[in-house]
Nanobody, 127 residues
Framework: QVQLVESGGGLVQAGGSLRLSCTNSGRTLSPYGMGWFRQAAGKEREFVAA??????????SYADSVKGRFTISRDGANLLVFLRMNSLKPEDTAVYYC???????????????????WGQGTQVTST
C-alpha cells in the first residue's frame, strides 16, 4: 500500500528557498516514478517536476516555469523524494502534491493526467 505524505511547505519571502519532502511512511519509493504537482487557488493542478523510477538521478523532467530554480531528487535509501525550490516567486504560491506512478519514467509521470497515488498536499506561500 502506498500512502504519500508531503512536508516542508511554509511561508517564505520572494527569492527564498524551501525543500519539500515526500515519503511513503518509511517504505521504499524505488518502484515508482515520482512527480510534484501544484494547484494555485482558482487554477487547475499543474505539473512541476518528475523523477523516474529506480536509481537514475538523471531521469528528470521539469516544467519550463521552474527549470533552473527547482530540483527533484531522491535520498540514497529511496525512502524520500525531495523538491528543492530556490528563488521562489509569488506565482509559485500553491498547494504542492506528490504523486507516484508504478515503474514510470519521468517523462511518463509528467505526461499522465491520472496518477496511481497522490499525497494530500502541503501549502507553499511566497510573498
Amino acid at each position: 500500500q502506498v500512502q504519500l505524505v508531503e512536508s516542508g511547505g511554509g511561508l517564505v519571502q520572494a527569492g527564498g528557498s524551501l525543500r519539500l519532502s515526500c515519503t511513503n511512511s518509511g517504505r521504499t519509493l524505488s518502484p515508482y516514478g515520482m512527480g510534484w504537482f501544484r494547484q494555485a487557488a482558482g487554477k487547475e493542478r499543474e505539473f512541476v517536476a518528475a523523477i523516474g523510477w529506480g536509481n537514475n538521478p538523471e531521469d528528470t523532467s521539469y516544467a519550463d516555469s521552474v527549470k533552473g530554480r527547482f530540483t527533484i531528487s531522491r535520498d540514497g535509501a529511496n525512502l524520500l523524494v525531495f523538491l528543492r525550490m530556490n528563488s521562489l516567486k509569488p506565482e509559485d504560491t500553491a498547494v504542492y502534491y506528490c504523486a507516484a506512478d508504478y515503474a514510470s519514467t519521468a517523462r511518463l509521470v509528467a505526461g499522465r493526467s491520472n496518477h496511481d497515488y497522490w499525497g494530500q498536499g502541503t501549502q507553499v506561500t511566497s510573498t
